[in-house]
C-alpha cells in the first residue's frame, strides 16, 4: 500500500492550515496533531515551516524534538534549509528526512551534499507547482515567487542533484479538498525513477483512492482532510483495503 503521510504546516509554534498556500489560519498544536495522527496509524509525518523562507530562518526544532520523543514512523521537515548546516541542525531534532525547494534554486549542490552525508533517500526534492497555460510551473518561497521552470524539467533536474524522493504539491489544489490534480500526476510519475509523492487537494477517501491508482505513485500527503476531521486514518486504511468496485468511485 502507498504511504499516507500527514503534513503540518507550521508557522512559530501553531499549526496552520490556509487556502492555495494563501489565508492561514492557526487550527491548534503541530506536535499534539503529529501524535495523534501517529496513534491514528499515519505512516509518515511532514512537518513544514511555512515563513521559513521569508524570514529567512527555521522554526521546527523544539517541535520536531517534542514529536521525535513520541513518534516512530519517518518524520521529514522543510522550510528554511539553505545549508548542509541547517539541515544537519533538524536531523539532530529528529527529522529522518528534509525536503527543499527554494534554496535548491539557489544552491544547485545542497541536495547533494545533504545526500552525500546523509544518504540520497534522506533528501526530498520539493516541487510546488501551479498551471500556467498549457504547463505546470515551480513556484518558490511558499508559493509567493514564480521560477518559470516547467515542473517537468526539474525532476530531471532534482535527479541530477541527487534527490532520492520528489514531492510534487499542486499550489491550484491545496487546501480545496476538491481533489487531487490528476494530469499533473500522470504526467509527473511517468519522470521518475525514485519514490515519487503527490499532495494538495485531499477532500475524501475518494480522492486518495484515485491519486493512488496512477502509475508508481509512492507517497500521498494530505492536511485539511485531517486537521478538519473529514476521516480517521483508521477508516481510510481500511476503505483503501476495499476492492475498487466497492468503493464508490471511478478510478483512472
Known amino acids: 500500500m502507498n504511504r499516507l503521510i500527514a503534513r503540518l504546516d507550521v508557522k512559530s509554534s501553531s499549526l496552520i492550515k490556509g487556502m492555495r498556500f494563501e489565508g ?7 506536535a499534539e496533531a503529529a501524535i495523534k495522527y501517529y496513534e491514528d496509524g499515519i505512516d509518515e509525518i511532514f512537518v513544514v515551516d511555512t515563513v521559513a523562507s521569508l524570514y529567512g530562518r527555521n522554526n521546527l526544532g523544539d517541535i520536531l524534538e517534542k514529536v521525535a520523543r513520541n513518534v516512530f514512523i519517518p518524520i521529514t521537515a522543510a522550510g528554511g534549509i539553505r545549508t548542509l548546516e541547517d539541515a544537519e541542525a533538524l536531523f539532530a531534532c529528529g527529522a529522518d528526512k528534509v525536503a527543499v525547494n527554494t534554496a535548491g534554486f539557489k544552491d544547485t549542490e545542497l541536495l547533494r551534499k545533504i545526500a552525500n552525508k546523509f544518504g540520497a533517500q534522506a533528501v526530498i ?3 510546488h507547482a501551479k498551471k500556467v497555460a498549457a504547463d505546470w510551473q515551480c513556484l518558490t518561497e511558499q508559493g509567493r515567487e514564480r521560477t518559470g521552470t ?4 526539474r525532476i530531471g533536474q532534482l535527479l541530477e542533484m541527487g534527490a532520492g524522493e520528489i514531492l510534487v504539491t499542486s499550489v491550484d489544489h491545496d487546501g480545496v479538498q476538491g481533489g487531487y490534480d ?3 500526476t500522470e504526467a509527473v510519475e511517468r519522470l521518475s525513477p525514485v519514490p515519487i509523492t503527490i499532495g494538495g487537494g485531499c477532500g475524501t477517501m475518494q480522492h486518495v483512492a484515485e491519486v493512488m491508482s496512477v502509475g508508481r505513485i509512492s507517497g500521498i500527503s494530505m492536511g485539511s482532510a485531517l486537521h478538519f476531521g473529514n476521516f480517521s486514518i483508521g477508516d481510510l486504511k481500511e476503505f483503501l483495503q476495499q476492492p ?7 478510478l483512472v
Open 24 to 30: 492561514l489560519k492557526k487550527i491548534g498544536d503541530p
Open 125 to 127: 526534492g520539493s516541487i
Open 150 to 153: 516547467l515542473v517537468l524539467d
Open 182 to 184: 490528476i494530469p499533473l
Open 244 to 250: 475498487k468496485s466497492e468503493q464508490g468511485t471511478n
